[in-house]
């Protein structure tokens, strides 16, 4: 009886403990999971541009002029550097983005990312930014492991780990055990 | 008490929004203390600077998006550049970096790629790892895309590493990479020119060779 009741604060304290936590992770989760699909970091716009004056010589442009041409399809853009990634590239730099532009073809686009809200800042935690956020990330990972095992045995009876609690719990290690035999073990 | 509760609640969400802020404060530290060399003189004397603490400067051309862990600066050929990854201490980079003047204090790392170590890289790949040498992007400038690199991609990058295995005269191919542990932005000269191809040529010129 003093067990069970020990079983459920445990589980009960843990659960507010690391609510929080719980949730960083569940969302940064489903980010990374879909990080072939998408960029959970920053929302990146791209903008199609055509430059009317080329083919534009290299040589011709310096800071001043890289300024005029951004100014032409970026108004507004704060100018940070430029380069020439290739001898038909002409890349500018802008606060929050860049300008490319092909300087045969005239043919461009203008990229530019902002911070993805709440998405960026629970993915900068995901990737364990400090060691003391790694040392605390591990502390939750092992109250995870508590609040699951605590989990089994806060309810007696039929809907207990006796009876339907039993069920679901073989139903839920059931899947990722199929998941194993199909695609680690290849038993099938 | 719950008045209590709720400015808690109060003053981590504001720890929390001001989290990133502290990050990019932590990037712009100074390395006064050593002299900031170019990505050029690093590149093409890697063997002497592995494992020392040196200061490279350079443009950042790309701040990995997705992850933040890695960052490239350009040396004077814009097809040569210098990886970047993060100590522990500045955890990740942030895109805002890309377009600025860097100089960065770090420890030059190296990793030796040799047929066992493709080999070993061949089945961490076959059982769905990722592994840093497969993001050494040494070509420049890379799109987004290649960040998450599929499984043919990851392929075709250990194939190159066979192929410059087979063609290099010790049996090993290497990748270079510098640790940081400061970023300090600097600003830079509105007068002064930017790498261009002439400046290209010339350095090719003087050195024989390209890096």
Avoid at chain 1, 138 to 160: E, H, R, W
Avoid at chain 2, 52 to 72: A, D, I, Q
Wanted: net charge negative.
């Amino acid at each position: 009886m003093k067990i069970r009741k020990l079983n459920r604060a445990l589980h009960r304290d843990l659960g507010y403990i690391f609510f929080a936590m719980t949730v960083i992770y569940g969302l940064s989760g489903i980010a990374l999971n879909h990080i072939n699909d998408w960029n959970p970091n920053y929302v990146i716009q791209t903008k199609a541009i055509n430059i009317q004056h080329t083919p534009i010589d290299h040589d011709q442009i310096n800071r001043e002029k890289a300024i005029a041409l951004m100014n032409q399809y970026a108004s507004g853009e704060k100018y940070k550097n430029h380069y020439f990634p290739s001898d038909t590239q002409l890349k500018i730099f802008i606060k929050d983005g860049s300008v490319t532009i092909n300087t045969q073809t005239g043919s461009g686009v203008i990229e530019t990312s902002k911070r993805r809200a709440i998405f960026h800042q629970v993915n900068y935690l995901h990737y364990n930014p400090q060691k003391w956020w790694t040392i605390f990330s591990d502390i939750y990972a092992v109250s995870l492991i508590i609040l699951a095992m605590t989990g089994l045995f806060i309810l007696k009876g039929k809907n207990g780990i006796t009876g339907r609690g039993a069920w679901l719990t073989i139903l839920g290690a059931f899947i990722p055990v199929l998941f194993l035999l199909l695609y680690y073990w290849k038993i099938f | 008490m719950m008045k209590k509760v709720w400015g808690l609640s109060i003053i981590a969400l504001v720890l929390f929004s001001c989290g990133t802020k502290q990050q990019k404060e932590n990037q712009e530290t100074t390395t006064d203390e050593l002299t900031a060399i170019s990505v050029d003189k690093v590149l093409s004397n890697t063997k002497d600077y592995v494992e020392k603490e040196l200061v490279v400067e350079g443009l950042v051309n790309h701040v990995c998006s997705h992850s933040g862990k890695r960052m490239f600066i350009l040396g004077t050929n814009p097809d040569e550049t210098l990886r970047i990854t993060p100590n522990e201490k500045i955890g990740v980079f942030e895109k805002g970096l890309e377009g600025n003047t860097v100089r960065i204090k770090g420890v030059l790392k190296e990793l030796i790629i040799d047929e066992d170590y493709v080999a070993q890289l061949e089945k961490e790949v076959a059982e769905g790892m990722d592994n840093e040498a497969l993001h050494d992007h040494s070509g420049g400038d890379h799109d987004e895309e290649e960040e998450s690199a599929d499984d043919s991609s990851k392929i075709k990058q250990i194939e190159q590493m066979k192929a410059d295995i087979a063609q290099s005269e010790n049996g090993f191919d290497a990748q270079y990479w510098l640790e940081a542990s400061e970023v300090e932005v600097v600003e830079t000269d509105p007068t002064e020119k930017v790498a261009s191809e002439e400046d290209v040529e010339e350095h090719e010129h003087e050195d024989g060779h390209a890096h």
